[in-house]
């Protein structure tokens, strides 16, 4: 198991940017793919970004490319998301997430294991 702790979010207006960490408890990190999610109220949970076990493959949303960017670091047992040029419709409660595999960890149905969520409110 694998337990997941945000942190970073806040209020930011548009164009601006925030940084998002997620501390991972657990000495098998490494053998997980991580990723984020976010969500807004009356939706469903939805994919922003996903990294591999490595850090050599990663996955965006359409609606994030080139303006967020997903890293990991192994021996600190953490994943990023930096989020630039940031729009009001970015505005969601953010969720650090992770599984065995990138293919689960690009879908909420699939996800194993979800932080407590960082609420992140962009404005015009």
């Known amino acids: 198991q694998v337990q997941l702790v945000e942190s970073g979010g806040g209020l930011v207006q548009a164009g601006g940017s925030l940084r998002l960490s997620c501390a991972a408890s657990?000495?098998?990190?490494?053998?997980?793919?991580m990723g984020w999610f976010r969500q807004t109220p009356g939706k469903e949970r939805e994919f922003v970004a996903a990294?591999?076990?490595?850090?050599?493959?990663?996955s965006y949303a359409d609606s994030v490319k080139g303006r967020f960017t997903i890293s990991r670091d192994n021996a600190q047992n953490t994943v990023t998301l930096q989020m630039n040029s940031l729009k009001p419709e970015d505005t969601a409660v953010y969720y650090c997430?992770?599984?065995?595999?990138?293919?689960?960890?690009?879908?909420?149905?699939?996800?194993?294991?979800w932080g407590q969520g960082t609420q992140v409110t962009v404005s015009s």
């Open positions: 997430a992770a599984d065995l595999t990138l293919a689960k960890v690009v879908s909420a149905k699939t996800t194993a294991y």
């Open positions: 657990g000495r098998t990190f490494s053998s997980y793919a």
């Open positions: 990294i591999g076990w490595s850090g050599r493959s990663i």
